[in-house]
């Protein structure tokens, strides 16, 4: 059986300005899912994040959470509070009351982790962006979060950091089939390594259904302004120039796919 | 010609080292009517480079012609003002340059400081926002309800509001949605061909390698790379930056060209099974 992270019902919130971003907007995310939120800037996913994390106060429904939560942001120096990496971790652990004797262990665990081990005396400011964003994850794992937010974290990375702070969010989650991911991202392929993705438009849910069933409507994604992935936009501009008989399927949508379909035609 | 570093140098004092170089020894030419791309991993001086041309930081040592008015340690205000009245800049963290109520207040605030009066400043505000793509049902409404990529179109709008000779960004596109990106593009790509000079650091290789003259590549604080970037993405790439994806999709293929745009990986991949 499903269990759920977390039960949003009947939300509504509106900004101190009046303008009104949710109504009525119901979602059920559960423990163990990788979920994707995306949209256009501006549609309400940040926000949606900031209900839930208890961040804003929503104007009436509810949201039920069953789970700890952890976020990491687009710019981690904004949650840094340690004069070390270590210093980072433990200030975790002192929130939850946990003994000091208990602290060195814990945080040898986490660095080894989050492939951090080499840096705990390194002072945060030093580190690169990506390290940053590892100790950012470090800080959430610490606190036995069992869903971790990502918004935008990857976006101010170079794609080589990206990369890895994609890939070590995967370990995790094959790590511990309870970790929920819920990541806000703008970018196609990275959508792609969840299993669910929800598209918001200005605060509606538009969509709810299996990444892949998402990233290859291609209409759907045009329709709403969507971002395509890099082989389903690199697909469309070879079907441009290509006769009826010999185009390619729009269902594919990545490398690895496309790679063995022309290997194949080519035949 | 239009900027020339000399020999610039930039220290920056650190607990740890006694003197660390952010920028060591760095000359070069930035032409008038430019685009430039900067790339180079976190911390290799890219935005130290930036903040040089902004005049926000001066060089430790070594000096910097701007248009004739040579910038060095010691300049007095007065000068920097001078040179800065040709920029436009554009942080990476663009919550961190708005503070006005609303989003057109901001835009206007930026033009009443070039001393436009009041109907001129909202004039051109509003021109501009409309060109970057921020809608009219936006324009009251406070800066700080919008999301990140909305707020950097607003801190954008703001840069170009007085039609800088330079624009100067940092990570232009992080955050931003394909869409907001095309609209960002597009008004650079308006800028550029009325003659400013762009000059961008970004990551994003996939989506400014396509429009770029130039790309300069920064490691430790020294240029690696200064060239066009067919002609630097046609080498194997070291560890410093990664190739646009267009090239690591045709290296996997076996196409030895240097394809930028998905365009013309397309033309190239229909060249080989024709």
């Known amino acids: 059986m499903m269990v759920s992270a977390i039960v949003i019902n009947n939300l509504s919130f509106s900004f101190d300005d009046g303008q009104e971003l949710f109504r009525q907007l119901s979602l059920q995310v559960n423990r163990g899912e990788w979920l994707s939120l995306v949209g256009r800037n501006g549609s309400g996913k940040s926000t949606l994040m900031r209900l839930i994390l208890g961040l804003e106060t929503p104007s009436s429904g509810t949201i039920k959470v069953a789970a700890r939560l952890g976020a990491v942001f687009q710019n981690p120096e904004d949650q840094f509070i340690g004069a070390t990496v270590e210093d980072e971790l433990a200030f975790g652990l002192e929130n939850q009351q946990i003994k000091p004797e208990l602290m060195p262990n814990k945080i040898k665990e986490t660095l ?22 590892r100790v950012a994850i470090g800080s959430a794992l ?30 995790l989650h094959k ?28 605060g509606k849910i538009i969509a709810d259904e299996p990444a892949k069933v998402l990233m290859s409507d291609i209409d759907f994604l045009h329709h709403h302004q969507l971002g395509e992935t890099f082989v389903s936009k690199l697909v469309s501009k070879i079907n441009q ?10 269902s594919i949508i990545s490398q690895k796919e496309l790679l063995s379909w022309l290997l194949n035609s080519n035949k | 010609m239009a900027i020339e570093f000399k020999q610039v140098n930039y220290l920056y004092k650190s607990f740890l080292h006694e003197n660390s170089f952010s920028l060591n020894n760095l000359s070069l030419s930035i032409n008038s009517g430019e685009f430039i791309l900067v790339a180079g991993q976190t911390g290799s001086g890219k935005t130290t480079f930036l903040r040089l041309l902004d005049t926000l930081i001066l060089p430790s040592n070594g000096e910097i012609n701007f248009d004739g008015q040579i910038i060095n340690n010691s300049s007095p205000e007065k000068i920097l003002m001078k040179v800065r009245r040709n920029f436009g800049f554009v942080f990476q963290f663009p919550q961190r340059q708005l503070f006005s109520p609303t989003v057109l207040d901001d835009v206007e605030f930026a033009a009443l400081n070039f001393g436009n009066n009041k109907a001129e400043a909202s004039k051109k505000a509003k021109e501009v926002l409309k060109q970057i793509g921020i809608e009219e049902d936006l324009w009251e409404h406070s800066v700080f309800n919008l999301s990140v990529g909305q707020m ?18 940092d990570e232009p596109t992080s955050g931003m949605d394909e869409y907001a990106k095309n609209d960002l593009l597009k008004i650079l790509n308006y800028f550029h061909e009325q003659g400013a000079t762009i000059i961008a650091v970004s990551h994003d290789i996939n989506t400014l390698a396509p429009l770029v003259d130039r790309a300069i590549i920064f490691r430790r604080g020294k240029i690696i790379s200064d060239n066009n970037p067919t002609k630097i993405f046609s080498k194997p790439m070291n560890a410093d930056i990664q190739p646009p994806s267009t090239v690591s ?6 196409l030895k ?15 080989i099974n024709e």
Request: glycine share 6%; no cysteine; charged share 25%.
């Open chain 2, 152 to 169: 950097r179109k607003v801190a954008i709008a703001g840069a170009l509001v007085n039609q800088p000779k330079y624009l100067l960004l």
């Open chain 2, 257 to 271: 060209s240097t394809p930028l745009s998905i365009d013309e990986l397309a033309d190239e991949i229909e060249a």
């Open chain 2, 249 to 254: 999709f045709a290296r996997s293929i076996g």
């Open chain 1, 142 to 171: 610490i606190l036995n979060a069992d869903v971790l937010f990502f918004d935008e974290a990857t976006s101010m990375l170079d794609p080589l950091a990206r990369e890895s702070i994609i890939n070590l969010i995967g370990k």
């Open chain 1, 112 to 133: 080894q982790e989050i492939g951090m081990s080499d840096y705990a005396k390194s002072s945060p400011d030093q580190l690169s962006g990506g390290q940053k964003q």
């Open chain 1, 175 to 202: 790590q511990n089939p309870n970790l929920t991911i819920i990541n806000i991202t703008h970018d196609p392929d990275e959508i792609l390594w969840g299993q669910r993705a929800v598209v918001l438009e200005k």
């Open chain 1, 241 to 250: 120039k290509r006769s009826l008989n010999r185009k390619i399927p729009s």
